[in-house]
């Protein structure tokens, strides 16, 4: 009796691991009802087998990438997870000979036709293609009220002189001419202020150590970034960006430069139509570059149920499960075919955007820097923030660079 | 040699599993901490995260690294902050303790609703505490607003996102200051000796605390931890944290000063009334000397609270504000996110034998105690 118990206990314990597929990500709260969408997309292509949903919330993912890192290094990984495409992917986990090789994948469902070629150099080297992204968003986005500015007679500024031109008027109406949030956002907001004042082409070579963090333009970008935190609110450290966002959309503030997420929070989370409620335009002089950062899913070696797992890659890359997924989460889909009427105004715009601008990789999100670097860059940051000495910030960007190498 | 009784064998036996566990996952971790922290661990992105990453040892690099790099400052700040933090800490939980204690123990009506009034703090997780908290010392709200209610301004205090510092001081000059600090000590116990009549040691004393503050005026003064100036002070940001700390632990030494407090025998007060003493003295004279070993209990278990915060702090300010930071924080971040294994297991080595240090020695003091006893 004891025996027969046994063995039915072994043998329904395997068949739930062979029907499960362990997903690990930090998408929770506003986030969450666009992975349902896609684990339902799963479920119904796939019966059956059931979607074991791990999120670890927090801070932009700093908690789930904690945990993330134990459970790997543990030796104890999920079927998939979330990870930025781009150095995130390559550099932390890749080199690291984590990751199985997806090649083959997408030969078998023809994503290398559909996605972007930028898109598949940012989750490929030369061994390989290690995930699969789900999707855009885009970080240079200046945010505002159509309506207020039109109150205060100010024009979403196309340069930074002209926004410090309009500053001491914002103020004058008793108004943040720039809403800021905590740290992440401030690393947010530099990588914008660099992209304007380095344009396109210099941003890029800050990532390949042809432009050193040393460098008289380098330097540069630390004293525009003053100026612009000069228009900022002194509370910003305490605020998270939603609460940045809010003083948008409240009048306290005129612009937030946020990624596209913030279009998501305000159309779905505050209710506001798209173009009417809130308005956007590219963070100054960054106008016809799309800063990029991707979502995306991997393999990693050693998955516990590796053939459900290739099946939720599979369904994460098709055509069905990215256009259930990017109209709910607020970003658009890497796949150029995708069914742009599902998509509001604002989406919309940024699919065009995206076919047609000049793509750069974003620090703060995980595309360009490896985590080493950008857990050390927030020192350089720091060091801005206490002296407003652009040499001081510049050298030790310079120091962080050399000590634990830039990127790939 | 005593004989293996059946009784002892089971004592043994009883005590064996917990002795293992605490060994593998107390202690072994602790050795595994120790070496990882000699070690290259992070260095190369190719071993960081591998399944079986492979570690060259390095010795005292990272430690050195940590106290002397140019990279490291926020390390060095985050000393700072938990000294500063420990120091007020201690402070306010111990005196608004003691104070609360002191007002209950005056008989005073509904006793038992305030001590629970005062002990639910403690009863909140540090997470519970710092979101609470958070949200109070927002810049436009919580406790900023409390002035408007009586018609005054609001208050203008950026309690978690000031970045101002008092207080400041070259980070060489910590040596002078700490040896400066032990003479004054010294001279203390000298001065105490001299009452208690033991003149040799007081002189002995006396003699050590003005070799130090010699040292401290003058070779001490060219002392150089860096080579480059780096000004470190008290961070005020740390003010809105501390607040938040104390409000959560007054409550647990309220009770644990009450429980020493009804433990003084009322013959004891009586007596001193009897020999003339007021209220003030029988306090000062009296109960004050009687509360000596639970303070410093409350020191120990609140102390050790202090060196190991981190809950508190990233429930309030997040990751990355500096200026509230403390080596935990910076811990789990160099590790959890910046992939550097070997720095955060060093930075968990300074937090051990900081911990040590207030713990060993009372240890060794309430064990001697015991033997004794």
């Known amino acids: 009796m004891r025996r027969l118990l046994a063995i039915l206990i072994a043998t329904s314990m395997t068949l739930a691991a062979a029907n499960t597929v362990e997903i690990f990500s930090w998408w929770a709260g506003d986030e969450g009802p666009a992975l349902e969408a896609l684990i339902e ?57 984590r990751m199985e090789d997806l090649t083959f994948l997408f030969e078998e469902e023809g994503w290398l036709d559909v996605f972007p070629q930028d898109l598949i150099d940012l989750i490929s080297t030369p061994e390989g293609i290690w995930s699969v992204p789900v999707n855009i968003h885009r970080s240079n986005i200046m945010w505002y009220v159509p309506a207020n500015l039109e109150a205060w007679g100010v024009e979403a500024p196309q340069t930074w002189d002209a926004f410090l031109e309009v500053c001491p008027a914002i103020q004058a109406e008793g108004v943040t001419p720039l809403a800021l949030g905590e740290a992440w956002t401030q690393l947010h907001l530099w990588e914008s202020v660099a992209l304007g004042v380095l344009g396109p082409d210099r941003y890029a070579q800050l990532w390949t150590g042809e432009l050193p963090f040393n460098d008289p333009a380098a330097v540069a970008v630390w004293e525009r970034f003053g100026e612009v935190l000069d228009c900022t609110n002194a509370d910003a450290a305490g605020l998270s960006w939603q609460q940045a966002t809010d003083m948008v959309v409240d009048g306290d503030a005129a612009f937030n430069i946020m990624g ?28 016809g570059v799309f800063m990029v950062l991707s979502d995306s899913f991997g393999l990693p070696v050693g998955a516990p149920n590796r053939e459900q797992a ?66 050390n860059f927030y020192l350089a940051l720091d060091i801005f923030l206490d002296s407003r000495n652009a040499q001081a910030a510049a050298n030790a960007a310079f120091a962080v660079a050399q000590q634990y190498g830039l990127g790939r | 040699m005593r004989r293996l009784t059946r009784d002892r064998l089971t004592a043994i036996l009883m005590l064996l599993p917990s002795l293992v566990v605490l060994g593998i996952f107390v202690y072994g971790f602790i050795g595994q901490t120790a070496y990882v922290s000699l070690t290259n661990w992070g260095r190369d992105p190719a071993q960081a995260l591998a399944l079986r990453p492979e570690l060259a040892f390095v010795g005292f690099e990272n430690y050195t690294r940590l106290f002397s790099g140019f990279l490291e400052t926020r390390f060095r700040q985050d000393l700072i902050n938990l000294f500063f933090f420990t120091v007020f800490f201690l402070v306010g939980t111990l005196g608004l303790g003691l104070l609360l204690a002191i007002l209950l123990d005056q008989n005073v009506t509904g006793e038992g609703f305030f001590r629970t009034i005062f002990l639910f703090p403690f009863a909140l997780s540090f997470i519970v505490t710092g979101t609470v908290w958070r949200w109070m010392l927002q810049p436009r709200g919580g406790v900023n607003l409390l002035p408007t209610y009586v018609g005054l301004p609001a208050g203008e205090f950026e309690w978690l996102t000031t970045r101002q510092q008092v207080w400041r001081f070259d980070w060489s000059q910590i040596p002078a200051m700490t040896s400066l600090l032990v003479a004054a000590v010294l001279l203390l116990l000298a001065w105490r000796a001299w009452r208690g009549g033991r003149h040799l040691r007081a002189a002995v004393m006396g003699g050590l605390a003005a070799l130090l503050a010699a040292w401290s005026f003058t070779l001490g003064q060219s002392v150089a931890l860096l080579p480059f100036p780096e000004t470190r002070g008290f ?90 930071s403390v080596p935990a924080v910076l811990m789990y971040l160099r590790a959890f996110r910046g992939n550097q294994f070997a720095d955060g297991a060093a930075i968990a080595m300074v937090l051990l034998v900081l911990v040590a240090t207030i713990i060993i020695p009372y240890l060794w003091i309430s064990l001697r105690g015991e033997v004794r006893r």
């Open chain 1, 310 to 375: 290739i099946n939720w890659l599979r369904v994460s890359g098709s055509l069905a499960g990215q256009d259930a997924f990017n109209p709910l989460k607020g970003s658009i889909a890497p796949r150029t075919d995708s069914d742009m009427s599902l998509y509001n105004a604002y989406l919309q715009s940024a699919a065009a955007d995206f076919a047609s601008d000049r793509q750069v990789g974003s620090l703060a999100h995980g595309t360009v820097g490896s985590d080493p670097f950008r857990d």
């Open chain 2, 235 to 324: 961070n005020l940001a740390l003010i809105g944290i501390i607040l938040a700390a104390v409000w959560q632990m007054s409550g647990y030494t309220m009770a644990l000063y009450l429980a020493s407090l009804r433990g003084i025998p009322e013959e004891l007060r009586e007596a001193a009334r009897v020999d003339g003493a007021g209220e003030y003295q029988i306090y000062r004279f009296v109960v004050f000397p009687l509360l000596g070993p639970i303070t410093l209990s409350a020191m120990i278990i609140l102390g050790h609270i202090s060196l190991k915060i981190f809950d508190l702090i990233f429930a309030m300010t997040g990751p990355d504000l500096a200026t509230t």
């Open chain 1, 41 to 97: 997309v799963f479920e119904a292509e796939y019966p059956g087998v059931t979607v074991d949903n791990a999120t670890v919330t927090g801070g932009a993912g700093v908690v789930a990438r904690a945990v993330l890192r134990t459970r790997m290094l543990g030796g104890n990984p999920p079927d998939s997870f979330q990870v930025h495409a781009g150095d995130e992917l390559i550099l932390s986990w890749v080199v690291a000979n």
């Open chain 1, 260 to 287: 596209d997420w913030a279009a998501g929070y305000m159309a779905t989370t505050l209710q506001l139509e798209p173009g009417v409620g809130f308005g956007w335009a590219p963070s100054p002089e960054t106008a």
